[in-house]
């Protein structure tokens, strides 16, 4: 299973959307809009990580609420 951190959990539930595709989809969508460096590193590697997943365990994955350290 696909490890990601607290930060990149929170970006996706941001931009989560009803499948993997949409939710990548989404990121994807934002990165011209990010202006921080560290928030489009952020947004690329949770692209990388969903990418590997499948669309059973993405859903299996508790995008709907963030988490903090």
Do not use: R, W
């Not at 011209?32 to 590697?45: F, R």
């Not at 692209?47 to 669309?55: A, P, Q, S, V, W």
Request: proline content about 1%; some cysteine; glycine content about 2%.
């Amino acid at each position: 299973m696909v490890e990601f951190t607290v930060s990149e959990i929170n970006f996706i539930c941001i931009y989560a959307g009803e499948t993997k595709e949409e939710t990548i989809a989404n990121i994807m969508d934002s990165i011209p809009n990010l202006y921080e460096k560290e928030l489009v590193e952020i947004a690329e590697q949770s692209i990388i990580k969903l990418d590997t997943l499948t669309e059973s365990e993405f859903t299996e994955m508790n995008f709907t609420e963030s988490f903090t350290d």
